[in-house]
């Protein structure tokens, strides 16, 4: 058995992350009126917000709110629940009001479309739509922090008749006092209905409401990162805010932490095989896929049930959205607290399930690039694809034909076209995409035409792509784009315009760009501020790069770009310890002195405060530090529970 395994046997047994992940405040009152239209008698049926209301309401019941459920609602019924939900809304903490389905603006007013509406004339909204100014005014006021989560930028349902009323999309009201607004798309654009369970923007929020540690508008930016993927950039989520204080639907900022990170500490804590082999099957080339590998031939077959673990093992399953994760929570805890809304989640996901397999839902799966990757859709390799290429090009083909007002499918099918390895085909296809306003088929046809695969080597027509899809917030494409400025490759060099460029990629969520840039900046290319650089580089570990944390400690504990701070320096190692591959433990229990004495003292005390280390506060790197370090890689600290 490696030590390590040993090690982690010896020391978790029994151990329970209870506190390791946070739960909602009990103390704050929330309230929320969730509304799903799509059974539409007079103008086109959508299928999926009646599936995204049940989803959402489910997930918001979850999160402590006491949920007003509408499906499918008359109009009557509609501004009845919009009424009650005002009185409710002023009186609390906190309210929200999600609604999907149909919405069209008019004179710069928008109207929500109840089921029963019949829309002939301009005057018929007034007496058959809700409006969107009604539930503003009903929903402000009060002490609390008030939102509003808007799916219902389909496209004007009158827009086939003889006479259209209304506008494009949603039009945009600006926020009254104490408002957070979220819209599924920008104004003016239509968000799509999606070809799954759920719309683009309703799934991209259900796999982020429950991460812990990030504030509304946090949470909401990763949204909005998942929306843009999954539809070629097309639509992008937008808000607006007047609020004077952060929310948090799961815990706090002390709570942070990747859902990769989470997972991997409640399956080695709790010394537990299925949990283990779910790891594996999501993060197979994760950071603590060598951990578990390392540590699976010690797991029992099966994991005792303790009720002290009840909320770690929910919180995985609401947090993932995973069939795998809900079936492991009833079996182990068939009583357990959270038993109704696991049961419920469990139904969802077993739907959501129906419909990833349906030919949208395989060609996603099958062809989606890895830069596209989302919590719903992990990406492929190229070799990958190339060897399922025959079925991809089938189920995206059908995709495509289905749904062609989403170019993004275009592009999947694109994507498998070459894989399967008939590239002239696949380059018509990309070109078809780029015309529907797709931008990873932007992306992927500018590299072809940079380097002259099986196309025409056209570096300008490249470079104009790569501005193209830059214009429409790609972040490959703006890295792409700062390579080439950068080292002047086909363009006159534009060290400025690259980092302007690095830094639009890392505002779109770009951990790779935002990691480059914080390493120029700190390399003094290009100027900005010295404290611009650790800012960085604590941003790209939230966004996913481990290394970016080893990269923070250094900057502190040689205090050459900042301020030393060897304390912090300290802080940012034991990220790096719970969060990378293991070469930051590996360098912290090498005979090799890497980092300073005072950072490693720092490092002993934190250790010895944790309760892990009983050893001397010598300064010194070495293999006695080693059982403590482990613990902390799985426990992280007591004082983040």
């Known amino acids: 058995m490696p030590t390590f395994v040993r090690s982690i046997v010896a020391l978790l047994a029994g151990v329970s992350l209870s506190t390791i992940v946070a739960t909602t405040a009990e103390a704050e009152s929330r309230v929320a009126l969730v509304v799903g239209e799509g059974a539409y008698a007079n103008v086109p049926a959508l299928s999926n917000p009646p599936n995204d209301a049940q989803d959402v309401a489910q997930a918001l019941s979850a999160l402590g709110f006491k949920v ?9 019924a509609f501004e009845k629940e919009v009424i009650e939900f005002g009185r409710e809304a002023v009186a609390a903490d906190v309210s929200l009001f999600y609604y999907g389905g149909h919405g069209l603006q008019v004179a710069g007013h928008n109207y929500l479309v109840p089921v029963n509406a019949s829309l002939h004339h301009t005057q018929d909204i007034d007496s058959e739509t809700v409006h969107l100014d009604a539930v503003l005014d009903t929903e402000t006021g009060g002490r609390g922090i008030h939102m509003i989560f808007l799916d219902a930028c389909r496209d004007d349902p009158t ?19 104490g408002l957070y607004i979220v819209y599924a798309t920008q104004p003016d654009n239509v968000a799509l209905d999606g070809a799954g369970r759920n719309s683009p923007f309703a799934d991209a929020l259900l796999h982020h409401v429950a991460d812990p540690g990030l504030d509304v508008e946090s949470m909401i930016i990763q949204v909005r990162i998942d929306v843009q993927k999954v539809t070629g950039d097309e639509q ?14 799961k815990g706090d900022a002390t709570a942070k932490a990747p859902p990769e990170t989470r997972l991997w500490q409640v399956a080695a804590a709790q010394r537990d095989r299925s949990l283990a082999a779910i790891y594996l099957d999501f993060f197979p080339k994760g950071p603590h896929a060598r951990d578990i590998r390392e540590l699976l031939p010690s797991l029992p077959e099966k994991a005792a049930a303790n009720e002290e673990h009840d909320d770690d093992y929910w919180d995985l399953a609401f947090s993932f959205r995973a069939r795998s994760l809900a079936d492991v929570y009833l079996q182990r805890f068939p ?17 959501a399930e129906l419909a990833a397999s349906e030919a949208p839902g395989v060609c996603e799966r099958l062809a989606t690039h890895p830069s596209d990757a989302t919590p719903s859709v992990a990406g492929v390799d190229f070799a990958t694809l190339a060897a399922h290429a025959a079925q991809a090009v089938e189920a995206c083909g059908v995709a495509a034909h289905a749904y062609p007002e989403n170019a993004h499918y275009l592009a999947l099918l694109a994507r498998a076209t070459f894989a399967a390895g008939h590239e002239p085909e696949a380059v018509g296809l990309y070109r078809k995409a780029v015309e529907g306003g797709d931008t990873r088929a932007m992306v992927s046809l500018a590299t072809l035409m940079e380097n002259g695969d099986h196309v025409a080597k056209d570096p300008k027509g490249a470079l104009a792509l790569y501005e193209k899809a830059v214009a429409r917030d790609n972040p490959d494409a703006a890295i792409n784009l700062g390579f080439a400025l950068a080292q002047g490759l086909g363009v006159p060099k534009n060290t400025q315009r690259a980092l302007a460029l690095f830094r639009k990629a890392s505002d779109l969520g770009s951990a790779r760009a935002t990691f480059n840039l914080a390493t120029m900046i700190g390399q003094g290319v290009g100027g900005g501020k010295p404290g611009d650089a650790l800012d960085l580089y604590r941003k790209a570990a939230d966004l996913g790069y481990p290394g970016a944390y080893r990269a923070a400690a250094l900057l502190q504990d040689i205090g050459k770009v900042v301020p030393r701070n060897t304390d912090v320096a300290a802080d940012e190692l034991l990220d790096c310890v719970r969060a990378d591959f293991g070469d930051c433990l590996s360098e912290l229990t090498g005979v090799a002195q890497v980092w300073t004495f005072d950072t490693l003292r720092a490092v002993q ?16 790197s070495g293999p006695s530090l080693a059982p403590a370090l482990q613990q902390w890689r799985v426990l992280g600290s007591p004082k983040k529970v």
């Open 605 to 620: 005390s934190r250790l010895k405060s944790a309760g892990y280390y009983d050893g001397p506060i010598d300064g010194k």
């Open 68 to 76: 007003r459920l509408l499906v499918d609602a008359d109009r009557a």
């Open 335 to 351: 009583k357990g607290t959270h038993l109704d809304d696991a049961k419920s989640l469990l139904s969802n996901l077993q739907s």
């Open 159 to 177: 827009r086939n008749s003889k006479t259209p009323l209304g506008g494009k999309g949603l039009a945009r009201v600006g926020a009254k006092a």
């Open 236 to 249: 992008v989520v937008w808000d607006e805010s007047s609020r004077t204080r952060q929310f948090y639907f």
